[in-house]
């Protein structure tokens, strides 16, 4: 079984930061691509931003304010977001393309348990 917690939601004002993080753990052989989703209320989940081992891809929307990274030796991902908006308002969720046997090549995407984040102006 794998599980995957996220820390560090919360209430910031417009143009401040916030760091979340999302540490999996249980059965890992290996991860692969790892990503933070977010939805609004009244709006669909909307990919913020991916990240492999070799790249990271962000939405236009926070490109130049998100930062995405990961530590595979802690199997631990984190999303800075710098110069909040209210637009950013959502609960994000992060997730994991999850190897969990190294005798089986199967992959699985895990998510963790939502962070709300609140924006004020």
């Known amino acids: 079984q794998v599980d995957l917690v996220e820390s560090g939601g919360g209430l910031v004002q417009a143009g401040g930061s916030l760091r979340l993080s999302c540490a999996a753990s249980g059965s890992i052989f290996s991860i692969n691509v790892m990503g933070w989703y977010r939805q609004a209320p009244g709006n669909q989940r909307e990919l913020v931003a991916t990240?492999?081992?070799?790249?990271?891809n962000y939405q236009d929307s926070v490109k130049g304010r998100f930062t995405i990274s990961r530590d595979d030796a802690e199997n631990t991902m984190s999303l800075q977001m710098n110069s909040l908006k209210p637009e950013d308002t959502a609960v994000y969720y992060c997730s994991a393309d999850i190897r969990t046997d190294k005798r089986r090549p199967n992959v699985y995407r895990f998510w963790g348990q939502g962070a709300q984040v609140t924006v004020s102006s």
């Open positions: 990240i492999t081992g070799g790249s990271a």
